[in-house]
């Protein structure tokens, strides 16, 4: 008799855990986005961002190529004030605690003239998911589980906790990658550099050479006519 009565409670609890885990997937922590996109020469670019009150925007930036990896950057709230400036930078990373609005971000290259820039960012935004349930609420979808010792609020601390170091990988392994883009692009134009300077430098050695050797047999050369 005690045997069924653990198989009927294991069985309620199996067939609650999808309600249960559909309310634990309503808790989202964070939403990322990233984008690389090119910056013509004197071009500015701005970019719009949908943000709800006392929620959270962090934004990350790096030019991965271009003469000098610099770009000027700010960030405008809904009603039009500049919260950030940065002037002539290769990366910057900024946080803002929003209001409800649309947020604008500018990337301006209009100080370079004949250099294009490429440039990544990321968004992260945070506490976005205000309209789903209070964390209350799941308490009503636990039914017998005293019984079996489980805690549906470990299991949601630790899905949260695995979702939040999982997004927080993704985003480290994306940033990694940018700098990585960044660091191989300068090197692959000092290369294309020393190779220039290296070849330039030949053709002065060369050159030199020719005039030397030019100069030291026209010291040597009989240049009085021979009369018969």
Not at 72 to 77: A, E, L, M, N
Not at 90 to 118: L, P, Q, R, W
Not at 191 to 218: G, K, P
Request: proline letters at 2%; one cysteine or more.
């Amino acid at each position: 008799m005690e045997l069924v009565r653990v198989f009927l409670c294991v069985l309620s609890v199996l067939v609650a855990l999808p309600e249960r885990f559909a309310v634990l997937a309503a808790f989202s922590q964070s939403l990322d986005s990233d984008f690389t996109f090119t910056l013509p020469a004197g071009r500015k670019e701005c970019f719009y961002q949908t943000m709800k009150k006392d929620a959270s925007l962090e934004i990350e930036y790096q030019v991965l190529d271009g003469a000098g990896l610099d770009v000027d950057f700010q960030i405008s709230s809904p009603s039009g004030h500049v919260l950030f400036s940065d002037y002539r930078k290769s990366d910057g990373v900024h946080t803002v605690e929003t209001e409800d609005g649309d947020y604008m971000f500018c990337f301006d290259n209009t100080f370079s003239a004949v250099s294009e820039k490429i440039i990544f960012f990321e968004l992260i935004l945070d506490n976005m998911d205000s309209e789903t349930e209070e964390p209350e609420d799941w308490k009503e979808y636990v039914h017998g589980t005293d019984m079996l010792d489980m805690k549906l609020e470990d299991i949601m601390d630790t899905i949260n906790s695995v979702k939040a170091r999982l997004g927080k990988s993704v985003q480290i392994q994306t940033v990694l990658r940018a700098f990585e883009a960044r660091d191989r692009n300068l090197q692959e134009s000092n290369f294309d550099r020393v190779n220039m300077w290296s070849f330039t430098n030949l053709i002065v050695m060369v050159l030199v050479s020719a005039v030397q050797v030019y100069l030291v047999r026209s010291l040597f050369d009989d240049k009085k006519k021979v009369r018969t």
